[in-house]
């Protein structure tokens, strides 16, 4: 569809968006909202106004178009894409995926296992014909046609035969569902609309579970399908009705059970059924209990059929429990790994001969591994790596028989490696490791961790990476990244991309603020309800940190960070707009305190145990009202903005950049660094398909190239 925008003749004026005044009364506090109309996405002012906002952004940013198809070019150049993952066994088949040159989507494959012992993923070629290979999913196939597409869930049935699998066409993540014979490459006439996410099989590969959202877009209903029965007979299995809570539905590595999890922020429930008997009744593990948190693996331990139960039941940073199959409560619940205050764990997966559990100490994350003999555990060890600073985490290991443990494993230098940890000898098997086109060398790359001290006294770290020939005189240009909700933890991670901006001499630091999830449970107590406002000002404690010791300097630093730590770059817009010389905020959260206050749209009474409910409570209203980004825009002079959005989201809707920005606009004195730009066929994740997130990518970079003085910088070149 052509661009609307594109045959406008480029404005000279930024747009101003009309005023229409709301009035929102609570708790005695009157906020008149100008801009509130602007909710109504099918109002062709509204959509006038996004193309407007659009067309400003590309006028503003027309200048940086060649250094945005240099990035582009850069991040191309530098990626293998015609390429192959690492083979994971399932059954009598290895899966993995293709990439191709000059496709924005992949390719699902498989190919046959040579016998029952073959454990050994084959060592495949991209250009070399794979004997016996399948294509199961061509999305370059599905996605014709479509502005985006996005492919959700895929499961295989337990026999190997039948592939169920989502898709979503257009960017609000409400799935359907499709079943393809493997046998014969045609689809069954099963269709399942409106599904989130994917779908689960029965262990016979007759039934399919699958999830719904409610009007809130809260994922509430679990629904059993029979294939080959008409949709309309299918039948609700679970309803969740508090309106804090989601659900979703799984089946064990073991395939012997199927569960049902009912989450909200500080609770959960568990509900199993066995997997061979879909039509049963699903029975509750341990029945809910305000604040507890727990998870469930079903595992043999002893030649028992056991219940591996992580929970948080006094025990803030988790313990793992035991439990029987057959147990109703959590006075069951018997401690295998007991609570160790500062080192989090985080799951559990059963094995037939090991247990492995994923855990964080001291702000790195662990891979904790517990062999099983005849009697049980035999030891209990953590996997050893030799950097000081890196993200490791369990990845795909979909059967429970397999003798090795698949990792994921990368630093800020190091790029993706997958690993196969062998359990019996303690060794680490490197599959791949991400290709880096190019003349990349990591070792040109230098990577430290800081620590600055918050206003209370909290010391939060940083990750930091740079070329080492970077000075460390304060001219260097900087990108501060920061997220700091939910318990999410932002660990270093690798990016082809980045190398745009660390190879003109900036620096790329993560700011690894409370309210996330780094430093164990209470570092995200702290950072959420009447203390959100740590993570704001750990942030801002960062950015001076980083002055102070000469990494870089106010005129040369741009904050970025998305969704919740788009939130986070509006806060610190208006909390400290000198700091930076420049603001990306994506997706972000910035009108928090309107969402928050009604209960009808997407998630808001689900987001109450992470931000306090305002409607309810005087003290949480206030404090909301206190540091939410849209609210609090004033008239001083704001630090130029780019913020990103898409039409589409479902999870941060379009309007609160929207508004933001307008607010901003009509506010700061000088607006005209304020840019707004709106994907028109896009949701939370912003655009499909990879090259098109490369561009998507290029431009921000670009953008925030420019606010660091380093636009004209030829990449590699001495500082």
């Not at 790994?337 to 500062?342: D, I």
């Not at 964080?360 to 591994?369: F, H, K, N, P, Y």
């Not at 749209?601 to 931000?611: A, D, F, H, Q, S």
């Not at 479902?650 to 709106?678: C, M, N, Q, S």
Request: aromatic letters at 10%; glycine letters at 10%; proline letters at 7%.
């Amino acid at each position: 569809m052509p661009d609307p925008a594109a045959s406008r003749p480029a404005p000279t004026a930024p747009p101003l968006a009309p005023v229409r005044p709301q009035e929102r009364s609570f708790h005695g506090d009157t906020l008149v909202d100008d801009y509130e109309w602007m909710r109504d996405k099918e109002d062709p002012e509204t959509l006038r106004y996004l193309e407007d906002e659009n067309a400003w952004t590309e006028a503003r940013t027309a200048h940086l178009a060649g250094l945005r198809d240099q990035v582009f070019e850069e991040i191309r150049s530098h990626t293998k894409e015609t390429d192959l993952s690492v083979p994971s066994r399932i059954g009598d088949y290895w899966y993995y995926g293709r990439s191709l040159e000059g496709k924005e989507y992949g390719l699902s494959c498989r190919c046959p296992v040579s016998g029952p012992d073959d454990w050994e993923p084959p060592a495949l070629e991209a250009e070399v014909a794979v004997p016996g290979e399948e294509v199961l999913l061509d999305s370059n196939e599905l996605a014709e046609g479509h502005d985006f597409f996005s492919l959700g869930g895929a499961s295989i049935s337990p026999d190997g035969t039948l592939l169920a699998y989502a898709v979503d066409v257009v960017g609000d993540e409400r799935y359907t569902v499709r079943v393809k014979d493997l046998r014969t490459g045609g689809l069954l006439p099963d269709e399942i609309t409106g599904v989130m996410g994917g779908a689960t099989w029965d262990r016979g590969g007759t039934t399919l579970f699958y999830a719904t959202v409610d009007a809130a877009w809260r994922p509430d209903k679990v629904w059993r399908h029979r294939l080959g029965s008409p949709v309309d007979d299918d039948v609700v299995v679970h309803h969740e009705d508090d309106e804090r809570f989601w659900t979703g539905i799984g089946r064990t590595r073991s395939d012997r059970f199927l569960m049902i999890v009912s989450g909200s922020k500080t609770t959960t429930e568990v509900r199993v059924l066995e997997a061979d008997d879909p039509e049963g009744a699903f029975r509750v593990v341990t029945p809910r209990r305000q604040g507890v948190e727990y998870g469930v693996e079903h595992a043999v331990l002893a030649g028992e059929d056991v219940f591996l139960v992580l929970h948080n039941d006094g025990a803030l940073d988790f313990e793992l429990a035991v439990a029987p199959v057959d147990a109703t409560d959590h006075t069951a619940w018997r401690p295998l790994l007991p609570h160790t205050p500062g080192t989090r764990l985080e799951d559990v997966d059963a094995f037939a001969g090991h247990l492995v559990v994923g855990q964080r100490s001291d702000g790195l994350t662990q891979v904790r591994v517990l062999p099983l003999g005849p009697e049980g555990v035999t030891d209990d060890f953590l996997v050893s790596f030799e950097d000081a600073v890196y993200t490791v985490g369990v990845g795909g290991n979909p059967e429970f028989h397999q003798p090795t443990v698949r990792l994921g494993y990368s630093t800020l230098v190091t790029p993706p490696s997958v690993y196969d940890f062998r359990v019996t000898d303690r060794s680490l098997h490197l599959r791949k490791q991400v290709p880096v086109l190019g003349d990349f060398d990591p070792t040109a790359y230098t990577q430290h961790r800081e620590w600055a001290v918050a206003e209370d006294g909290t010391r939060v770290p940083i990750s930091l990476v740079c070329r080492a020939d970077v000075p460390r005189d304060g001219t260097a240009g900087l990108l501060l990244y920061g997220y700091g909700s939910y318990e999410a933890s932002m660990d270093p991670w690798f990016s082809i991309a980045r190398l745009s901006l660390l190879d003109r001499g900036a620096v790329f630091a993560i700011a690894h603020v409370r309210g996330g999830g780094e430093m164990g449970r209470q570092w995200y107590e702290d950072g959420k309800l009447l203390a959100k406002r740590n993570t704001f000002t750990d942030f801002v404690a960062c950015a001076e940190h980083l002055c102070d010791t000469r990494w870089t300097a106010p005129d040369r630093m741009v904050a970025e960070g998305g969704s919740a730590g788009g939130l986070l770059m509006g806060a610190v817009a208006n909390l400290a707009p000198d700091r930076f010389a420049g603001v990306v905020a994506t997706v972000p959260f910035v009108d928090a305190l309107t969402t928050i206050l009604d209960p009808s749209l997407p998630l808001t009474v689900i987001e109450w145990e992470e931000w306090g409910n305002p409607v309810e409570d005087p003290e949480v209203y206030a404090y909301m009202r206190s540091y939410t980004p849209y609210e609090n825009v004033a008239a001083r002079a704001y630090p130029p903005i780019l913020a990103e959005t898409s039409l589409h989201d479902t999870r941060v809707f379009y309007v609160e950049a929207a508004k933001w920005v307008a607010r901003l606009r009509a506010t700061t004195p000088d607006h005209e660094g304020i840019l707004l730009k709106t994907e028109m066929s896009a949701g939370h994740g912003g655009v499909s398909g990879r090259y098109q997130s490369w561009r998507d990518r290029a431009f921000s970079y670009a953008w925030a190239l420019e606010r660091m003085g380093l636009a004209d910088r030829v990449p590699g070149a001495a500082s």
